[in-house]
Every structure is written in structure tokens, then in C-alpha cells.
């Protein structure tokens, strides 16, 4: 799946509180771009899984969208989805505007589903969340899963060696595998040094099976030993009610 690099298919942009992960409260602009190829169950932003969500723009229009919203004090601006890597080309263009002309970080949210597209963007990123997708979460069938799980620790090894600021973020649902969570711990404490990640998110999925605090702590105590920056973090703006 690949788009025309002139054209970019935009879902949404605005600005908000960061919700998730590492930089939780910061003031961020999101950059949503449209198109998954992937199912989560528990996905909060199914309107912008097709590739038709949202609206068509030429490059110099996303940039004077992105000129005409960005509010001063900015932290960030998140490229997000659907998931990002799929206008890869787009991505680069807009991170390089938003670092050389605003000044400003860049951050990408992605389900790491293609490590050759996300080493193309890498260059132009400064923040990396690497969101493991465990199997509770049906986001791929399951003949399709183990290459996921590759493309993930590849776009980590990734992150890493290129001295991006990196964290890990898990959804935990009422569902999970405990051994399966402790397999994917053994593969990535194994292989990354602990002092080259900045955190480890445990994110309670929200809405759907959604797991006890009893169950959080069991997850949380099996990260705890390893690395201690493992922190449980809800979803900030469905708590507070905000997009
Ligand atoms: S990867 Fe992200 S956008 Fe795609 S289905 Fe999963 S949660 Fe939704």
C-alpha cells in the first residue's frame, strides 16, 4: 500500500495533551494520518483506519495546515494514525519542515509493522514509542503474527542503535498471556541494553476487556525486577474526557 508522494491523505490535525507513554501532559500536536492495514480490538481510532478517512492534501497545504495550527509552547508533533508508515515518503517531508523551519521534536506512533520504511524515517524522528502488540489484541492473523513481532524488535534494534529517545508501550487487556508477556521481556531484555530505553509503559486498554488493577500488578512486578523506569499509565485524555 502505497500512496502518490504529491498527494497525502491527512485524517485529522490538532492540537492536545500527550495521553500516553514517556512525554504523558505535554502539549502536542497530532498529525493523524489516514490507513491501518492492521485490526486491534481495542482500537480508539477506527475512523481513520481507511485509506479514503480524512481528506486529500498537496504537501505545501499540510504544511501551511500544520504553520496555521501549531500553538506556541508545542513539545512535540506526533505523527500518528491509522499508522504512518504506510505515506512513509510523506513523513519524511514533514518531519524535516517541522525540525528545520518550527524547531520543534518529532515523534512517531506507530505499530512498527514494516522495518524498511520505519529505518527510511528514522533520520528525521527524534522520539520512537515501540509498541509491542501482544496477541490478546487480534491486530493480525496469527500466520502473520511472528513476522510482526520481528518487524517490532527489528524497528527497536533500530531506535536504539540510532540514539533515538526510545520507550516500550504494551497494552494490557483482562486477556493477556502472562507467559507470552514474559517470553517477549526475555527477547527484548535479552538482546537491548536497559540503560538505551527511556521507559516501559504498561497502558490498561481502555473500554475493551479491560484488565483489574490486580492484574496490572502482575504484569508490572514481572517488569519491575528487570527495569525499574516500568510504569502502569492510563490513557490521560479518555480520563479526562478530551480527543
Ligand atoms: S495499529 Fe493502531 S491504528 Fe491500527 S488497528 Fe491497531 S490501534 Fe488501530
Known amino acids: 500500500m502505497q500512496r502518490k508522494t504529491d498527494k497525502i491523505q491527512i485524517n485529522e490535525i490538532f492540537t492536545s495533551i500527550e495521553g500516553e507513554g514517556i512525554f504523558f501532559g505535554t502539549k502536542t500536536m497530532f498529525v493523524r494520518m489516514a490507513g491501518c492495514p492492521l485490526n486491534c480490538i481495542w482500537c480508539d481510532t477506527t475512523y481513520a483506519l481507511s485509506m479514503e478517512s480524512g481528506h486529500e492534501y498537496t504537501l505545501d497545504h499540510v504544511k501551511n495546515l500544520i504553520s496555521k495550527n501549531l500553538q506556541p509552547n508545542t513539545y512535540k508533533v506526533n505523527f500518528t494514525g491509522g499508522e504512518p508508515l504506510i505515506q512513509y515518503q510523506a513523513i519524511i517531508e514533514l518531519a524535516k519542515f517541522i525540525r528545520d523551519e518550527k524547531g520543534l521534536r518529532t515523534y512517531i506512533e506507530s505499530s512498527c509493522f514494516d522495518s524498511k520504511k520505519f529505518e527510511k524515517v528514522l533520520p528525521y524522528i527524534d522520539i520512537c514509542k ?4 501482544m496477541s490478546d489484541s487480534k491486530v493480525i492473523d496469527t500466520m502473520h503474527y511472528e513476522n510482526l513481532l520481528h518487524n517490532e524488535i527489528q524497528c527497536l534494534a533500530l531506535s536504539i542503535e540510532n540514539h533515538k529517545t526510545t520507550y516500550i508501550k504494551v497494552v494490557i487487556t483482562g486477556s493477556t498471556d502472562i507467559e507470552e508477556f514474559k517470553k517477549l521481556l526475555k527477547n527484548v531484555f535479552m538482546r537491548f541494553k536497559i540503560a ?11 473500554g475493551t476487556d479491560e484488565p483489574t488493577m490486580e492484574r496490572l500488578f502482575n504484569f508490572y512486578d514481572i517488569v519491575y525486577p528487570i527495569y525499574h523506569d516500568v510504569r502502569i499509565i492510563p490513557q490521560l485524555h479518555k480520563v479526562i474526557g478530551i480527543r
Open 196 to 206: 538505551n530505553l527511556a521507559g516501559f509503559i504498561i497502558q490498561p486498554s481502555y
Open 130 to 133: 515501540i509498541e509491542f502488540k
